[in-house]
């Protein structure tokens, strides 16, 4: 078996407090059968942990990880997902199309403009780059022409029916 790559999900408090660690093991070690300790220096006594190889749940993604860990939350994040209603896109679209935003993200300031019918052009320490996008419930969606790169970025409206999109969320390599 080849290294292989498991998550760890360390309670820490309240229910759905938890931190998530991600280890590198020799794949020798996971073989059925055997027993791990591990070793977090973060949290104290981690190192009394131990762990049967036949109680780890493999995932061959960080989204099956996601998945299994909170099957409710996972299925709500994806309906945030779905295509939205024409009226949910034209309400958007109409907030978005000839306007720019500025944002900054990890120390970069960028500028995004939106143009009809759904296109946008960003563009960040004098390099310009442009795309599609397409809204879904919860998110616009950002496709870059060039390197086909996603950015989602979760959006409202307040009670006034104004748009309040999150780019600096969307962008955020940190995420």
């Known amino acids: 078996?080849?290294?292989?790559?498991?998550?760890?999900?360390?309670?820490?408090?309240?229910?759905?407090?938890?931190?998530l660690l991600t280890f590198e093991v020799p794949g020798g070690d996971l073989e059925p059968g055997k027993e791990i300790s591990l070793d977090?220096?973060?949290?104290?006594?981690?190192?009394?942990?131990?762990?049967?190889?036949?109680?780890?749940?493999?995932?061959?993604?960080?989204?099956?990880?996601?998945?299994?860990?909170?099957?409710?939350?996972?299925?709500?994040?994806?309906?945030k997902r779905e295509d939205a209603?024409?009226?949910?896109?034209?309400?958007?679209?109409?907030?978005?199309?000839?306007?720019?935003?500025?944002?900054f993200v990890n120390n970069f300031s960028y500028k995004i403009e939106f143009y009809d019918p759904n296109t946008y052009s960003l563009s960040c320490m004098g390099l310009q780059?442009?795309?599609?996008?397409?809204?879904?419930k919860r998110y616009v969606v950002l496709t870059n022409n060039d390197n086909g790169a996603v950015n989602e970025c979760p959006y409202s409206f307040d009670e006034a029916g104004a748009l309040k999109i999150e780019l600096a969320d969307g962008f955020d390599v940190n995420e």
């Open 85 to 103: 209603d024409a009226e949910t896109v034209s309400a958007v679209s109409s907030q978005l199309n000839g306007y720019y935003y500025s944002f």
């Open 40 to 79: 977090v220096s973060e949290i104290p006594d981690c190192d009394k942990l131990e762990l049967s190889t036949d109680d780890i749940v493999h995932s061959a993604s960080a989204e099956e990880v996601a998945q299994k860990a909170d099957p409710d939350g996972y299925a709500a994040e994806m309906q």
């Open 1 to 19: 078996m080849e290294d292989a790559r498991f998550a760890l999900f360390v309670l820490q408090g309240a229910p759905r407090e938890f931190a």
């Open 129 to 136: 780059t442009t795309g599609t996008y397409s809204v879904k």
